[in-house]
């Protein structure tokens, strides 16, 4: 138990990126002085720039899990954050949230020293992501039409007032695609919109049958799983924005979030009951009436968010209705890991974004008291 608490003290060495800059704005959160010894000796810090995945398999049952300081505690933000992402690259990770910031951490797990925060003024932020070539932040709010980018490369924030083609009240729910230089929309009455950024225009939309309630790409980026409100999923084909097929979600009275595996094996749906149902991708793909491999039961509240680790060994799940409600799925055994959250005290509280960092070895969320709780997975030897 005491495992759990102590801070996880990795001396990673992070990858400096142009705009990884310590330009003297960065508060260095003091560490707590603890230098214990640490049992499972870490070398992540030596491996950093040596990405090999791990060899065995991760085993079910109990998590080898390390509580670190939260990924903001060099600035936590002052309401509810909305987003927490690693960037694919650079040992960072990107907050944000309704009191209308962004900022960068470099990710060591000990002091997670801030390395900018960016201020939109009069702009709660719905929800940020990094650009696909992770250069660019993409920054959405509530009820605005308008979005905002932040040029990390040249520290410029450039508003994007409008879109061609795109007869929508406001810009609040988006994906980056997998495939280069475009977001994906979600807009009213099961509008989805794939716009480019190169030239701020919509490329083309495509309608679902009720409203969308969540997007996930297949790993090639080619096909498209869309959930509605109504419980039904439909595959579009990316390539001729054709619906190659449509099912309903077992069991689903109202949809409420969907993710894919990036080994192309998994489909997970979450429904307002909590019950996130996991199917074989290639079922989704190919039948009409696919049978989930299992119904996971844990959340008794709205499973709004759902995310696959990358190497396709975990479904993290959670609601934001409920304080703790985040559970990890061992996907080899379809079970859920059962030390995960520890029981003893919040540390969660109410999460609305989950992520993974690369290759694992990182597990963080954005959560209603504006931190970014933060876990090592020990199992995973890599960032």
């Given at each position: ?307 696959f680790n990358p190497?396709s060994e975990i ?51 954005a959560n209603n ?15």
């Amino acid at each position: 138990e005491e495992e759990e608490d102590e801070e996880a003290h990795q001396e990673l060495q992070p990858r400096k990126d142009a705009w990884v800059d310590d330009d003297g704005d960065d508060d260095d959160a003091a560490a707590d002085d603890d230098d214990d010894e640490d049992e499972d000796e870490d070398d992540l810090l030596r491996r950093t720039g040596n990405f090999v995945a791990s060899s065995e398999s991760l085993p079910g049952g109990i998590l080898r899990v390390k509580k670190c300081l939260p990924a903001n505690s060099a600035r936590p933000s002052e309401d509810r954050l909305t987003t927490v992402q690693f960037h694919s690259s650079a040992q960072v990770i990107l907050t944000a949230g309704l009191d209308q910031s962004l900022s960068l951490f470099q990710v060591d797990g000990k002091t997670n020293p801030k390395i900018q925060s960016i201020h939109l003024e009069r702009f709660p932020i719905h929800k940020a992501q990094f650009s696909l070539d992770g250069e660019t932040v993409i920054a959405t709010s509530l009820k605005n039409k308008m979005f905002y980018l932040y040029d990390m490369m040249d520290g410029r924030v450039v508003p994007v007032h409008s879109i061609r083609g795109l007869n929508e009240a406001r810009v609040k729910e988006f994906c980056v695609c997998p495939d280069g230089g475009e977001l994906l929309l979600t807009g009213t009455n099961g509008y989805l919109h794939l716009l480019t950024l190169k030239t701020n225009e919509v490329i083309r939309s495509l309608k679902i049958n009720g409203d969308v309630s969540g997007v996930a790409f297949s790993h090639d980026g080619r096909k498209l799983f869309v959930n509605s409100e109504e419980g039904e999923v439909c595959v579009w084909d990316l390539r001729n924005s054709r619906c190659i097929n449509r099912f309903s979600d077992d069991g689903c009275v109202r949809g409420t979030s969907i993710a894919t595996s990036r080994n192309g094996r998994y489909l997970a749906c979450g429904s307002q009951s909590g019950v996130v149902n996991i199917y074989s991708q290639e079922a989704c793909l190919n039948s009409a009436n696919p049978k989930p491999l299992k119904a996971v039961m844990n959340l008794l509240t709205s499973a709004t968010s759902l995310t696959f680790n990358p190497s396709s060994e975990i479904l993290a799940i959670a609601s934001r209705v409920e304080d703790e409600a985040v559970r990890l799925v061992h996907l080899s055994s379809l079970t859920v890991f059962s030390n995960f959250p520890v029981a003893k005290r919040k540390v969660i509280y109410r999460s609305s974004c989950l992520d993974f960092s690369p290759h694992s070895g990182f597990f963080s969320l954005a959560n209603n008291k504006g931190h970014a709780p933060l876990f090592r997975l020990l199992h995973y030897k890599d960032f």
